[in-house]
C-alpha cells in the first residue's frame, strides 16, 4: 500500500494488520455518527492517534466525499451515503486496508506480468530482480502457490511427486462482446445486492468494468441501473468474518468465539451450524449449539474473534432440525418449546378517500408466509404463526395508523405496541 508523509513519522502506512479496530471505526461512524474522538478513546479503547490514523486511512483509501467531520464544537466522525445517488457500496472498498508486505504486493504483479506461458519456479525466478535480502525460491513459490490457491494462475503436476509447473488463466472474457460483457456486469451487480455474502460480485463487478475501459477500449461501460431496497451498507463491514464462520459450518468445525455481551467479553465453545441475515435491519447472525447441546444465537458483528477448536462431535441438531426450530422466525428467534408459537392478527385499512391497492400488494411483498383473508374496499386482515410475536414491532410501527393489532396469542402485542407508540410521544412533549 502506498505510504504518505505526516505527522507521525516519516511515512504513515495505510494498510492495517487488525482490520477489526478498522472495523469497529467504520462501524461507530456509518451507523451513528455521532462519536467524537474522546468517545473513541474512553469507551472503545482506542489511542488518540489510532482515531487519527484510521481516519486518515479512511480517507485515503475511500476518499473525502464519504465523511462529515467537522462540527462547530467537537470532531463528530459521520459517513455520508444516500440511496438514490450511492448505489455502488463504498464501504466495500475498506478490504483493500489488510496489509500485505512489500515484497508479497511487488512479487504479485511481477509474476503476472513474467508469466505468459507455461513455467516452472526456476524459469520465474531467473526473470524477476532480487526484491530483498530475505528473496529467495521458497518465498517465490509460496506466492505462487498462494495465487494458485486463489484461483489467479494455473498450477500444473503432470505425474505424481513430479514437477510443477505454472501457466496464466486463460482470458474467460475474450470471448464475450462489449455488449455481453455489459450484460454480465448489470447481472453480477444485482444479484451481488440482493444475495450474500456479496464482497466478491463487488469486485467482479469492478474488474469487468475495468476490463471493458483499459482492454476492450470500450466508451460505454455501463452506469448502475438499479436502485435497492432495505440496502444496508454495513453488511458488507462483517462479511470477512462471515466466509470464516460458513467456512467452519462446511468443515465442520467447531469454533471458540471472544463474544461481546452485556457482561463484557466472554469466551464460548460452541458448534455453529448456520449463518442468518437480518435483511430488515442489515445484521448477520450465528446459529450454534454448545456441549450441553443447548441453541444459542449470536451477533457477528458483536464477534470480536474466534479460533478453531477441533471438529464437531455428534450433535443432536442436524440441518433439518435446525431449519424446524426457525421455520417460523420472523426474524431470528427460535421456537420455544414450553411458550408455542404466537397467532397475530392484523387489520389492515385506508382512509375513505384512499385506494387500497398499495397497502395490500407491500403486505403481500413483505408479509412473508402470512395469510391475507377478509379483503373489502378499505381494508383486510392479516394473520400469521411466529415463534416470537415482539420481533414484528418494527415492520407493523412501519404502516403507522394503517395497521391494527387485533389478536395476538401468548402475548398482548397491540398493549406493549401502544405502550411504546405512549413513550415515544412522551419523549417528544406531545403527551404528556
Not at 45 to 73: A, C, E, M, Q, W
Amino acid at each position: 500500500m502506498s505510504k504518505y508523509s505526516n505527522k507521525y513519522g516519516k511515512s504513515f502506512n495505510c494498510s492495517v494488520k487488525d482490520y477489526n479496530k478498522l472495523r469497529t471505526f467504520l462501524r461507530y461512524a456509518f451507523l451513528y455518527g455521532c462519536y467524537t474522538k474522546d468517545d473513541f478513546v474512553e469507551r472503545l479503547n482506542y489511542s488518540s492517534s489510532l482515531v487519527d490514523k484510521d481516519y486518515r486511512r479512511l480517507l485515503n483509501i475511500l476518499g473525502p466525499r464519504h465523511f462529515r467531520k467537522k462540527t462547530p464544537k467537537q470532531t463528530r466522525f459521520r459517513m455520508k451515503y444516500n440511496y438514490y445517488k450511492d448505489t455502488e457500496n463504498y464501504l466495500v472498498k475498506s478490504y483493500y486496508a489488510k496489509s500485505s508486505t512489500k515484497l508479497q504486493l511487488s512479487l504479485y504483479f511481477l509474476i503476472l506480468q513474467v508469466l505468459k506461458s507455461r513455467m516452472d519456479v526456476n524459469e520465474i525466478s531467473a526473470k524477476i530482480p532480487t526484491l530483498s535480502d530475505d528473496f529467495n525460491i521458497k518465498t517465490l513459490t509460496r506466492q505462487l502457490d498462494k495465487m494458485a490457491e486463489q484461483d489467479l494462475i494455473e498450477k500444473i503436476q503432470y505425474k505424481k511427486k513430479g514437477k510443477l509447473y505454472y501457466e496464466p488463466k486463460k482470458d474467460f472474457f475474450a470471448q464475450l462482446t462489449d455488449e455481453e460483457l455489459k450484460s454480465l456486469k448489470y447481472a453480477v451487480e444485482f444479484f451481488c445486492n440482493i444475495e450474500f455474502p456479496s464482497v466478491p460480485g463487488y469486485y467482479l463487478s469492478h474488474t469487468i468494468e475495468q476490463y471493458m475501459r483499459y482492454y476492450k477500449k470500450s466508451k460505454e461501460v455501463g452506469k448502475s441501473l438499479f436502485l435497492y431496497r432495505f440496502k444496508n451498507f454495513h453488511t458488507v463491514l462483517e462479511e470477512d468474518m462471515a466466509w470464516k464462520l460458513l467456512w467452519c459450518i462446511n468443515n465442520n468445525k467447531k469454533i471458540d468465539i471472544e463474544y461481546c455481551s452485556r457482561r463484557g467479553i466472554i469466551n464460548k465453545l460452541i458448534s455453529p451450524k448456520k449463518m442468518v441475515m437480518d435483511i430488515y435491519y442489515g445484521r448477520w447472525y450465528l446459529i450454534g449449539s454448545t456441549d450441553n447441546s443447548t441453541i444459542g444465537i449470536y451477533r457477528v458483528d458483536k464477534i470480536t474473534d474466534f479460533n478453531i477448536a477441533g471438529s464437531q462431535e455428534k450433535s443432536p441438531y442436524d440441518k433439518v432440525q435446525i431449519d424446524d426450530l426457525f421455520k417460523h422466525s420472523w426474524s431470528i428467534s427460535p421456537k420455544r418449546e414450553k411458550e408455542g408459537t404466537s397467532i397475530v392478527k392484523i387489520r389492515f385499512s385506508v382512509d375513505p378517500h384512499q385506494d387500497l391497492s398499495f397497502l395490500l400488494n407491500k403486505v403481500k411483498r413483505e408479509g412473508k408466509w402470512g395469510t391475507i383473508t377478509n379483503i373489502e374496499d378499505k381494508s383486510f386482515i392479516y394473520t400469521i404463526e411466529v415463534n416470537d410475536a415482539t420481533e414484528m414491532k418494527p415492520w407493523i410501527r412501519s404502516f403507522g395508523h394503517y395497521a391494527e393489532v387485533i389478536e395476538s396469542t401468548n402475548c398482548n402485542l397491540r398493549q406493549e405496541l401502544c405502550d411504546e407508540w405512549s413513550d415515544m410521544l412522551g419523549s417528544y412533549g406531545i403527551i404528556s
